[in-house]
């Protein structure tokens, strides 16, 4: 009686193997479905991996300096940024930046389309705040890893599970500053387009939308961050790229070689970072 | 005959905030306020928010009025309701003769967009457009053509006052810009009314005069319809042909404002109009204003005209060869001048009412000022004209 109070009781209640069953029959029964969309996927990342392939080493380089020129007016990012860029092409590493971008590039793509309808949506309706922001606190906080077995039971080893685990990943920050760019945005200003016989779709993009743009440009940068931050993590269900590398130099204890990698990664996610940075900061003025 | 130049009407117009659910609570609530109960009253016995309770007015087509109250007396939601941004409990708003209490979404839509247009406190202006994407945006949801929108927007811009600056953005420009580029951007769409929510209140007081003196203008000149909602008496003595107070929702009092100075209905008007009253003791000197058109006894009726012309005015003051003053020649007198059928000097009225002392208080010049065709000259001891003095500015004097 007394150990009932000592110890937690012995109630083994079994929500796992419920969920394992569900997997498993949608695997069994559903396989086609997933096969095809696997297909699908694959073509639309080896696409853009073949595209980032096709731009020679230099040009890439030379657009990247420009971009920095055109968005933060400034020729020493530029040429910061380009010689970080071929300093990873020095070390070997091109081939498998232009993996990971085109793995990073398909998921945050897939991100934008799922995350900003909803995230729009969620605006316009009152009170679904209460019921989604669990389920983003939920989406964001999950240890990666949890994504990962059931896309890789439901879709195989390989990239493809790989940008689904960092969509679901990746996906909750546009949404969430979709909705609060949106929500944000002066009442007044929203009055005052009513008040000109606007209907909600012309308020809403129109209005809303561009005034929210600041905020949902955030919102894509910090998909972007995320996404980039989940590959190493996918490099563990076969996504091949850098995060790979790092994997592999985890496992032979190659300090030298997960080092260089690691930085190859940081590098692309600072180059993306502030670009896509100095492009809110254009939108906001 | 009243009936035929009413634009806009509004009877027994009730809005009671409070959840949507409690039905019964507003059946009360309304049985308490149709009894005259108090908002406070009501709020206790059936927690219901009477923002406004069984306001009537009706407003003439040309009309400038003007609903004045403190914060929480409900004149923006008033005003919030003629353009159905929110919607009335109970009563109805006749627009032209049109309940539009009754439209439905794509009739208001109609409505917002051909006859009723907004200015806001603080604009409401879309930051990421630039002054003329602003002054266009009513247009443009009307679904009108890029060239003739913005064609009609440039017009508007100029006649507010903000040519050059159409392709600002708008974070470059100060208040009283902005609060052109609202009015410009609601005129833009040619409505018959124009609601104006306490447009000029968040001005200094020197650009905000001028803002009151270029909607005068304006009105003068497109002859729309104006409720103008302001918590200023100055402003509102200034501005309207007549002045509604409210008080906890409740319409106290609808006049002119010489009417509402003479015979304030209960002791709150007083109160409104006497708490101000008091503070300053103007003389003559304090609120004449320079005329912009004074012509001389030798110019002749052309000069006279041109000079009317340049200033928008309809009357030009004579003086003589030193600045004594000899009379007013109004445009009619002045064309038939032109026409041969007077002479010059035939044509000038001379028994304008003047004021010799400079240093006399206000007050005492007031029947003077209610009873005068034209404004009052002000002419000092060597017969100098030094100015002029307004019904308008005398009013405002009183309350400032």
Not at chain 1, 15 to 24: G, K, L, S, Y
Not at chain 1, 235 to 263: P, T
Request: glycine fraction near 8%; charged fraction near 20%; charge should be neutral.
């Amino acid at each position: 009686m007394t150990s009932c109070l000592l110890n937690f009781p012995n109630i083994n209640l079994n929500i796992a193997e419920p969920i394992d069953e569900f997997v498993r029959y949608i695997n069994i029964n559903y396989g086609e479905v997933f096969v095809a969309a696997k297909k699908m996927l694959s073509i639309f990342i080896n696409g853009i991996n073949g595209a980032l392939d096709m731009i020679p080493w230099w040009l890439m380089i030379l657009l990247v300096v420009f971009a920095t020129k055109k968005l933060m007016n400034s020729y020493r990012n530029g040429v910061i940024y380009g010689g970080l860029l071929f300093m990873i092409g020095a070390c070997g590493y091109w081939h498998m930046m232009n993996e990971t971008l085109a793995i990073v590039i398909t998921a945050v793509i897939f991100s934008l389309l799922i995350g900003l309808p909803i995230g729009i949506a969620l605006a316009a309706v009152r009170g679904a705040d209460t019921i989604v922001r669990p389920i983003l606190d939920a989406m964001q906080t999950m240890p990666t890893f949890v994504y990962m077995i059931p896309a890789v039971m439901l879709l195989g080893p390989g990239k493809v599970p790989a940008v689904l685990a960092t969509v679901v990943y990746a996906v909750v920050p546009v949404i969430r500053l979709t909705s609060h760019g949106i929500r944000q945005v002066d009442q007044e200003v929203v009055e005052a387009s009513r008040s000109f016989g606007s209907s909600s779709w012309q308020t809403l993009f129109k209005v809303q939308i561009p005034q929210a743009l600041p905020t949902i440009m955030t919102g894509i940068n910090q998909t972007m961050m995320m996404a980039v931050a989940m590959v190493v993590t996918c490099a563990m269900i076969g996504a091949n790229g850098l995060g790979m590398e790092v994997l592999i130099a985890i496992n032979r204890m190659e300090s030298g070689r997960g080092i260089i990698a690691g930085f190859a990664i940081v590098i692309i996610a600072i180059i993306i970072d502030r670009l896509t940075q100095s492009l809110v900061q254009k939108e906001g003025k | 005959m009243q009936e035929k130049d009413t634009v806009l009407e509004v009877k027994n117009l009730y809005k009671l905030f409070g959840p949507y659910d409690f039905l019964d609570e507003r059946k009360a609530a309304f049985k308490l306020l149709e009894l005259g109960a108090s908002r406070m009253d009501v709020m206790e016995t059936t927690g219901i928010m009477a923002a406004i309770s069984d306001v009537s007015f009706s407003v003439k087509r040309g009309e400038l009025f003007v609903l004045i109250g403190l914060s929480g007396s409900g004149k923006s939601t008033i005003v919030r309701c003629l353009n159905m941004l929110h919607k009335p409990t109970k009563g109805e708003i006749l627009i032209d003769g049109e309940d539009i209490t009754k439209y439905n979404e794509k009739q208001l839509q109609e409505l917002r967009r051909t006859k009723v247009s907004m200015v806001f406190q603080n604009g409401g202006l879309l930051s990421h457009r630039d002054v003329l994407g602003n002054v266009a945006y009513g247009l443009e949801v009307r679904g009108v053509g890029k060239e003739e929108r913005e064609n009609k927007a440039m017009e508007m811009i100029n006649m507010v006052g903000l040519t050059g600056y159409e392709h600002e953005k708008l974070s470059s420009l100060s208040g009283g810009m902005k609060q052109r580029v609202g009015i410009a951007r609601a005129l833009a769409n040619d409505p018959d009314i124009l609601l104006m929510d306490e447009a000029f209140s968040a001005l200094d007081p020197l650009v905000k005069n001028d803002l009151q003196f270029e909607l005068l203008r304006i009105q003068e000149r497109m002859g729309k319809t104006i409720v103008f909602i302001t918590h200023d008496i100055n402003e509102a003595f200034k501005l309207g042909n007549r002045v509604g107070i409210l008080r906890d929702g409740r319409m106290v009092q609808i006049d002119t404002p010489e009417q509402m100075l003479a015979n304030p209905a209960d002791d709150y008007v007083k109160k409104f109009i006497h708490n101000v009253n008091t503070s300053k003791v103007f003389c003559v000197r304090n609120i004449m204003s320079t005329p912009s058109c004074i012509v001389k006894d030798s110019d002749g009726a052309n000069t006279a005209l041109t000079s009317m012309r340049a200033n928008g005015v309809s009357s030009a003051y004579v003086v003589g060869d030193h600045m004594n003053f000899i009379g007013i020649v109004t445009l009619e007198g002045a064309l038939a001048v032109r026409d041969g059928k007077k002479t010059f000097s035939e044509a000038i009225i001379r028994d304008v009412l003047q004021v010799n002392d400079l240093d006399a208080p206000v007050a005492d010049i007031v029947p003077l000022a209610a009873n005068a065709a034209f404004p009052l000259a002000v002419v000092d001891e060597e017969k100098v004209f030094r100015g002029i003095i307004t019904k308008a500015s005398v009013l405002s004097s009183f309350v400032a």
